[in-house]
């Protein structure tokens, strides 16, 4: 039997903090809510644009008959029809210098992240780039367990076109042993 | 009488067509591989578990002098599992698995590791090194 094993997306302030397991969509808005709706939250072409941030994770309900979680990656496997001008998608995962972050005590932002920093990759990347106990090399061998966080922003500028962006695909992927 | 086909062989010949798949049945028995043999001339690879084995033929050649190299090998099954989750869109988010088997043991001191990869319901595979 395979782990069970799911994406949990966080929304609130820490001390109110909602989990939703297996969000329907990561889509980006001007709302802290999870499965949102583009048009009834739209992010405001500006300098430094951004949606809120969204906060997710990877929730090892059970190992099964696994005894090892690694390998932990994210990426957008697919663009669809791109990005529009001065649209773009940052994360905290990278491949090398990582360090794990915490949920802030406030919740996620809508201005300019201070941890999503990073242009998210449009291929899988070679190594793991998310990190688990605070390493890239690391591994769930228990659970229930979690995985660092993952931050995502969608960032935009004042020459962003008004309307919706272009649907793209993230995909999240890890190894079961 | 035609000989019965040993229980989980998996065979890959050049054109890629499975014969017959059991990689899902590979996992749950991981535990229970016991060896890798890998036959450079026919460019095969066998994983014997408990008595009955895998076969995967064709392909990327996996070169002899890497292979020998390798001391300290230890078989590797891994289920690769991926979920796509639409941005900006309505699409449902989508879940895949794949598993690999392949060794893993070091080279002049560096941990490296060799995968074949198994998707598409077996019709594709590929050499991979490291994961």
């Known amino acids: 039997m395979s782990a069970t094993v799911e994406i949990v997306e966080t929304n609130g302030p820490l001390a109110s903090a909602v989990n939703t397991a297996n969000p329907v969509n990561l889509n980006f808005g001007s709302a802290d809510v999870t499965g949102l709706v583009p048009a009834t939250y739209p992010v405001t072409a500006a300098a430094n644009g951004a949606s809120y941030e969204k906060w997710i994770r990877l929730y090892v309900a059970s190992l099964g008959t696994s005894s090892n979680i690694d390998n932990l990656k994210i990426w957008i496997s697919d663009l669809g029809g791109g990005y529009v001008v001065g649209e773009g998608i940052n994360t905290n995962a990278v491949t090398s210098g990582y360090s794990a972050v915490s949920y802030p005590s406030g919740g996620p932002i809508e201005t300019r992240s201070t941890v999503a920093i990073n242009v998210i990759p449009t291929s899988q990347p070679a190594g793991s780039n998310v990190g688990i106990a605070g390493a890239l090399a690391g591994a769930i061998t228990a659970a229930p367990a979690y995985s660092d966080w993952i931050v995502l922003q969608d960032i935009c500028t004042a020459s962003t076109p008004a309307g919706p962006a272009n649907q793209k695909t993230i995909t999240i992927q890890w190894d079961e042993q | ?131």
């Not at chain 2, 026919?42 to 578990?49: G, L």
């Not at chain 2, 292979?67 to 895949?96: D, H, T, W, Y």
């Not at chain 2, 698995?97 to 043991?105: F, K, M, N, R």
Request: positive net charge.
């Open chain 2, 1 to 131: 009488m035609q000989q019965a086909e040993p229980e989980w062989i998996v065979t890959f010949k050049d054109d890629k067509m499975a014969r017959k798949l059991e990689h899902g049945q590979l996992y749950p028995n991981r535990e229970r591989i016991e060896s890798v043999v890998v036959f450079w001339d026919t460019n095969s690879y066998y994983v014997n578990v408990t008595g009955k084995f895998f076969i995967i033929n064709g392909g990327r050649r996996v070169t002899s002098e890497r292979l020998s190299r390798l001391e300290n090998p230890m078989v590797l099954c891994v289920r690769r599992n991926q979920i796509q989750i639409p941005v900006n869109g309505s699409s449902a988010p989508k879940k895949f698995a794949l598993y690999l088997v392949g060794i893993q043991g070091v080279i002049e001191g560096k941990e490296t590791q060799l995968f074949a990869e198994i998707s598409n319901g077996g019709k594709d595979w590929e050499w991979k090194e490291g994961r």
